[in-house]
């Protein structure tokens, strides 16, 4: 795979950081990987109808009218006015989300925000000034939660994993598609961005993928890359349950296929911001990178950061996180102001 993006000095010392974190699990969050280790970690080949499969789910997601209803609701931030959003998405799902917008001013630019993985319990605050942040709940989860989806993530991460068209996952990708569209009817002409970490970070990097109404977007240590890495370590957190039902039912690996973010990296064009982590319990690092060295390995005006941890603070986590957030808003900012990635 080549290397596109030269390897910053301060990369190393994160890396080398990383590697003396003391261990506060029964395995090491590095799991034996140094930089250059992690930069060597491929992508997923992915199914020869991968394509096809995510394609055709996109084209059904796209003729969905999102019947868009908004609630106002009290805002714990002056700054800014809090919406309930509801719109329909993928197989009649009726999306619960919230809208957050300048209190004062102008809406300039439209992000949609992907969460976490757990409960969402309430809104976050505006992305930066000038935004209208439409903050997805994944279904299952907040205010997209429903009797017959678990709301709990050890329970989510294994719903409907028994094929590729039933998998959870499939419907919460196809929920950001149909969040963009949401955000179109209510913000017409407006730049539009993605914003998300973690599980929102391995559903954005499938939605990425397909979805080119985006101007820019920022992936936070994703989640789901290189599943066959992935399921030989051990971790906390939604990897961990998966990991425990392939080793008691390996066909599931054939759904996992279908839903491996670094095999989705590949089709991403759409400039993207990506922030990877060397230790991390629950989002095993070398999945992360294979989504990193995917987009490396892209044409395309990428954006990258290498941290030293992720789920997991030391001394340092705070200003590398800080710093991250400000680079990203100024460049979606200058991707407003009309400026080059």
Aim: one cysteine or more; a negative charge.
């Amino acid at each position: 795979m080549p290397n596109s993006v030269c390897i910053p000095e301060i990369w190393r010392e994160r890396a080398e950081r990383a590697r003396r974190i003391p261990s506060l699990f029964p395995f090491d969050a590095t799991y034996g990987y140094g930089l250059d280790e992690l930069l060597a970690v491929e992508p997923v080949t992915p199914p020869d109808d991968f394509e096809g499969f995510w394609q055709a789910t996109y084209a059904q997601t796209r003729a969905v009218d999102p019947r868009c209803e908004l609630r106002e609701i009290a805002s714990d931030d002056p700054q800014w006015r809090c919406y309930e959003l509801d719109f329909d998405s993928f197989e009649g799902f009726r999306v619960g989300a919230w809208l957050l917008v300048p209190a004062e001013g102008v809406v300039t630019s439209v992000v949609v925000r992907g969460h976490g993985y757990g409960s969402v319990l309430q809104p976050v605050t505006g992305l930066f000034e000038g935004t209208a942040t439409i903050q997805v709940c994944g279904r299952g989860f907040g205010r997209s939660a429903q009797p017959d989806l678990p709301g709990m993530t050890m329970e989510h991460v294994l719903h409907g994993i028994e094929s590729r068209e039933t998998y959870l996952h499939r419907g919460c990708v196809a929920d950001l598609w149909a969040a963009v569209t949401a955000g179109e009817a209510l913000y017409p002409g407006l730049p539009l961005f993605y914003y998300g970490g973690s599980f929102g970070g391995g559903l954005g990097t499938l939605a990425l993928a397909w979805e080119k109404r985006f101007a820019r977007a920022f992936i936070g240590y994703p989640s789901f890359g290189h599943h066959p890495l992935r399921l030989t370590f051990e971790c906390t957190g939604s990897g961990c349950a998966v990991r425990e039902r392939y080793l008691a039912d390996p066909a599931i690996l054939e759904t996992l296929r279908y839903h491996d973010s670094s095999s989705a990296a590949l089709w991403i064009t759409t400039p993207t911001f990506i922030d990877v982590g060397c230790f991390d319990p629950a989002v095993p690092p070398p999945g992360q990178f294979a989504v990193f060295n995917a987009l490396r390995a892209s044409d395309a005006p990428h954006r990258f950061t290498v941290h030293t941890c992720h789920h997991f603070e030391v001394s340092e986590s705070p200003a590398e996180v800080r710093q991250t957030l400000e680079e990203v808003v100024a460049w979606f900012q200058s991707a407003i102001d009309g400026k080059q990635p």
